[in-house]
């Protein structure tokens, strides 16, 4: 390891003293040996010292430029060296480069789990001692836009998703300096293993079956494959645009909301046996079982109109909402669309603390 040497003058020291009258001395005494580090490794890097003739020089000095440094004391004012064949980089700057890619990262990292940019600048300026514009934290985000594009057309055929969990969240978007309502379609393949990942999401206008369909034919176009099961609640265009994608693959009901469905239609007074019994026919896992208990139920209680309207309900939707005990060996996690449900409340979440996204999200290619 190379060893630097360098003391200071008394000149510069009486310097010191002076400006820590009027400003820091933490920050006047970094400026000065940082400066003084520059120049030693400058010496060291043309081989000669100052007014020194040598045949072993291997450039020459070239003055100075003026640069500032962000440091937890503030921001220092700096004289780096240059030379003459315009190589020569003081090492101080490598460590400097390291902790601003750091700080950028960690700015996107607060805009995407949803501060919003005056909270960035805010805490920039806090850390760091110098402040970041609004503008600024915006500009650095759109650096996100690429990796967003890479990652929601990335392909999936190396990974089969046998089960598929699917829902919508509404949000609040800037969009041409606007903010609207839109509707995000997100998707949670499920492998055999159980590893769940995010495959996808889209941005669109309204919950339908066209903007559904649309929804699936982009991931299909990733080439998803090996869909066996998919599970989300029963709004109608959602339910249909699930049958015409995929053929052949069987939709579970969501059984929480399905229960809440059921017992909605339910009196609140005098209806405790009711309501329990139905919870009970959905702790089962095993659809003969529930196909049983969903008959004695419906034997019991049909003849009573304060019922009526729920055992018809139950009776009709009862299939889909066991098919994963079918499709999925009775697979717990695959009977609702909790996991999603989990992921919705946290974008809530950031949504709420950020006020509003702002997105710009291509077209799908």
Same mark, same amino acid.
């Given at each position: 390891m190379t060893h630097l040497h360098f003391t200071l003058k008394s000149s510069e020291i009486q310097n010191l003293i002076n400006q820590s009258v009027k400003d820091d001395i933490s920050k006047a005494i970094l400026t000065t040996v940082f400066n003084q580090l520059m120049e030693e490794q400058r010496t060291q890097y043309i081989n000669?010292?100052?007014?020194?003739?040598?045949?072993?020089?291997? *450039?020459?000095?070239?003055?100075? %430029?003026?640069?500032?440094? $962000?440091?937890? !004391?503030?921001t220092l004012e700096l004289k780096?060296? @240059?030379?003459?064949?315009?190589?020569?980089?003081?090492?101080?700057?490598?460590?400097?480069?390291?902790?601003e890619k750091a700080l950028l990262a960690s700015m996107l990292e607060m805009y995407i789990s949803g501060v919003s940019t005056r909270k960035v600048s805010n805490i920039v300026e806090q850390l760091c001692g110098t402040s970041v514009s609004k503008s600024f934290v915006s500009k650095l985000t759109a650096e996100l836009d690429p990796m967003v594009k890479e990652w929601r057309n990335r *392909?999936?055929?190396?990974?089969? %998703?046998?089960?598929?969990? $699917?829902?919508? !969240?509404?949000?609040?978007?800037?969009?041409?300096? @606007?903010v609207v309502s839109k509707s995000c379609h997100i998707?949670?393949?499920?492998?055999?293993?159980?590893?769940?990942?995010?495959?996808?999401?889209?941005?669109q206008d309204g919950e339908s079956e066209s903007t559904w369909?649309?929804?699936?034919?982009?991931?299909?176009?990733?080439?998803?494959?090996?869909?066996?099961?998919?599970?989300?609640?029963?709004?109608?265009?959602?339910?249909?645009?699930?049958r015409e994608s995929f053929t052949g693959v069987s939709w579970q009901r969501c059984q929480v909301h399905f229960m809440r469905n059921i017992l909605s239609y339910v009196p609140k007074k005098d209806s405790k046996t009711f309501r329990e019994t139905v919870k009970a026919i959905f702790r089962y896992t095993d659809i003969e079982l529930a196909?049983?208990?969903?008959?004695?139920?419906?034997?019991?209680?049909?003849?009573?109109?304060?019922?009526?309207?729920?055992?018809g309900i139950l009776d009709d939707g009862l299939e889909d909402a066991f098919q994963y005990t079918v499709v999925a060996k009775g697979h717990s996690r695959l009977k609702s669309t909790n996991v999603i449900e989990r992921l919705n409340q946290e974008v809530r979440r950031q949504k709420k603390s950020s006020v509003y996204f702002q997105i710009s999200i291509p077209p799908l290619d």
């Open positions: 000669v010292s100052e007014y020194e003739r040598s045949d072993s020089r291997t *450039s020459q000095r070239n003055g100075y %430029y003026e640069r500032n440094w $962000t440091t937890r !004391i503030g780096v060296p @240059r030379t003459r064949d315009g190589k020569f980089s003081p090492t101080l700057f490598e460590r400097y480069q390291r902790n *392909s999936l055929s190396e990974t089969e %998703y046998p089960y598929i969990v $699917t829902d919508v !969240i509404y949000i609040k978007v800037r969009e041409n300096n @606007r998707a949670i393949g499920i492998n055999e293993d159980g590893d769940r990942e995010i495959i996808g999401f889209l941005i369909s649309k929804f699936f034919e982009y991931l299909k176009n990733r080439d998803l494959k090996g869909t066996k099961l998919i599970i989300s609640d029963s709004h109608k265009g959602l339910v249909s645009a699930i196909r049983v208990a969903k008959n004695e139920l419906i034997d019991k209680f049909n003849d009573n109109k304060r019922y009526e309207k729920a055992c």
